[in-house]
């Protein structure tokens, strides 16, 4: 079992919660976890990049000058990726780069992700955020108060603009609901902060 300290926004350590590993699959599945942020990167890239190939440049199809005889280098019609203006060699496409992965490997990996940060003691309960507008300085002394000064993941149980407008401004802070957590949020913040609305629900959900 593993002990995670719920603390009230003060800062202070008010109770501690009992986890089961096997809950988030007893072991960090490092492969899975890799190749769920290959395939999130992949998935952002637009594969929109295009060049003319030879054979979308406008231009004659004409020999320029005879193959022999002259002394010049032989050269084919103006088209060719040799001379000024035509076309590129191995041109670019529009490709489609996204990977697929399908949705137990994503909980999964989800779970390797929130079980590493359990681990390293930088996964942090908060109990007691209640946000009703935005206000900058009430996240920004509530981080202060738990001693995050890096990048952080602050989970919440459901939608909050309030809260959101409070954390945008913050450097490195990213907000997400329990739904809508992934593994590379979760891999790629160096601390979370999970309500405990948000951490029931993430040990209530079916592995």
């Keep these: 079992m593993l002990e995670v300290s719920v603390y009230n926004t003060a800062g202070e350590a008010i109770e501690t919660l009992q986890i089961d590993e096997e809950r988030f699959g007893n072991t960090v599945n490092v492969d899975l976890l890799k190749q769920a942020i290959v395939a999130y990167h992949a998935n952002k890239r637009q594969g929109s990049a295009t060049t003319r190939g030879r054979s979308q440049v406008v231009g004659s199809t004409r020999k320029i000058f005879r193959q022999k005889g002259t002394g010049r280098a032989r050269r084919g019609n103006i088209r060719t990726h040799v001379v000024r203006g035509g076309g590129v060699t191995f041109a670019k496409q529009p490709r489609d780069y996204s990977k697929g992965l399908p949705r137990k490997m994503r909980r999964r990996a989800l779970d390797s992700a929130i079980l590493a940060k359990l681990l390293g003691h930088d996964l942090l309960v908060v109990d007691g955020l209640e946000v009703t507008e935005p206000k ?72």
């Excluded at 603009?161 to 590379?184: G, H, M, Y």
């Design 136 to 207: 900058t300085k009430l996240v920004a002394e509530l981080l202060a108060n738990l001693k995050i000064n890096r990048s952080c993941l602050l989970t919440i149980p459901e939608r909050n603009q309030a809260l959101w407008k409070s954390a945008r401004n913050i450097p490195d802070v990213t907000v997400r609901t329990a739904a809508e957590l992934n593994a590379f949020d979760v891999a790629t913040r160096q601390k979370m902060l999970v309500t405990r609305e948000a951490m029931d629900m993430l040990l209530s959900q079916s592995a």
